[in-house]
């Protein structure tokens, strides 16, 4: 049967679309998910709590992320992601001041993930030490850093103190307290995992945080970071690597229990009770008072780099504009 010009027009655009057909679901199963390194500042920790969660919740991968997540190898977090070795990482404002500044390391802090810094000088309450002044005649044990003398100077000076009758060791023990029973009376903790941890073990201490005496040490620790080559040539990816992040941590500030349970997929060695405790400790402090994550304030930026290079910390002053930004932030 000889077929008219309509049916063979017709036929033609079938068959053009039983073609098509396979070819666009090809297309779909061929579309890979980026490849993200994240790397650590330390050992998994509920700091990175929000990480993990976008993980197994699948958040990353919603976003079409396949993320890995890694510690450095050598401590050199930050310039792994300054060499885009990693593409995002977290580590502490104040190295990323001191790599942008000394090594001229191009990372970027994206978020960060506590409003406040949560850090602060501890001693068993046997020792005594109520305030900085009671540093004089005492034994610190630290990581032998410049900006811990500088800590420790500035505020025993704010309290009438005298810095040169303090003994400064480098801590040889384990832990905070493991040191504090062996080699020395006082140490800089976060509160957020060591102060959580005297809390559950009932170890009374005596915690003097860092702006409670001198308002210029609030600064931003832990950070997000990354680095400008990333940023200038893929913004989309970290404007959804953030999103991600960003849900991550919303649902460990309500889901603590549940969260810590995410996290010790990772580290099977953590006690479940006391990262429960930190995440709801550090809770408060995730998100701003509008209830958004990783928001950075300027004047915060300013005030502790200011701080830093008036104490040799800082060669030359911090370029803020090239240092931080919110930008890649998702916002109520």
């Known amino acids: 049967m000889k077929m008219n010009r309509f049916s063979k027009i017709t036929a033609l655009i079938v068959i053009l679309i039983l073609i098509a057909i396979p070819s666009m679901f090809t297309g779909c199963k061929n579309e890979q998910p980026e490849k993200i390194t994240v790397v650590l500042d330390w050992i998994p920790n509920t700091n990175h709590i929000g990480l993990f969660v976008a993980l197994e919740k699948g958040y990353f991968e919603d976003e079409g992320l396949d993320v890995t997540i890694t510690q450095a190898p050598e401590f050199n977090f930050v310039e792994m992601v300054g ?169 460990s500030v309500e889901n603590p229990e549940d969260a810590a349970d995410m996290l010790l997929k990772h580290t099977p060695e953590t006690d479940r009770n006391h990262a429960i405790e930190s995440i709801k400790y550090l809770s408060a402090f995730i998100l701003d008072n509008e209830g958004n994550f990783g928001v950075m304030q300027k004047s915060i930026w300013e005030t502790f780099s200011k701080w830093m290079y008036e104490n040799g910390l800082l060669e030359s002053e911090l370029d803020l504009e090239k240092s931080y930004t919110n930008e890649f932030l998702t916002l109520k």
């Open 83 to 251: 060499t885009d070795s990693a593409q995002f990482g977290i580590c502490a404002q104040e190295q990323l001041s001191q790599a942008r500044v000394s090594g001229n390391v191009p990372v970027v802090a994206i978020g960060t993930i506590l409003q406040e810094n949560t850090s602060g000088f501890a001693a068993p309450a046997d020792r005594q030490i109520k305030s900085p002044k009671d540093f004089e005649g005492k034994i610190y044990s630290g990581w032998g850093t410049l900006l811990e003398e500088k800590f420790i100077e500035a505020i025993m000076e704010k309290d009438g103190g005298d810095y040169s009758k303090v003994e400064m060791r480098m801590m040889g023990a384990t832990d905070f307290f493991a040191s504090m029973e062996t080699e020395a009376d006082f140490a800089w903790i976060y509160y957020g995992w060591d102060g959580i941890g005297a809390e559950l073990m009932e170890y009374s201490l005596d915690f003097i945080l860092l702006q409670d005496v001198d308002e210029s040490l609030n600064f931003y620790s832990p950070i997000i970071i990354s680095n400008e080559k990333t940023i200038e040539e893929n913004p989309g990816i970290v404007k959804k690597f953030m999103k991600a992040v960003s849900k991550g941590y919303i649902y």
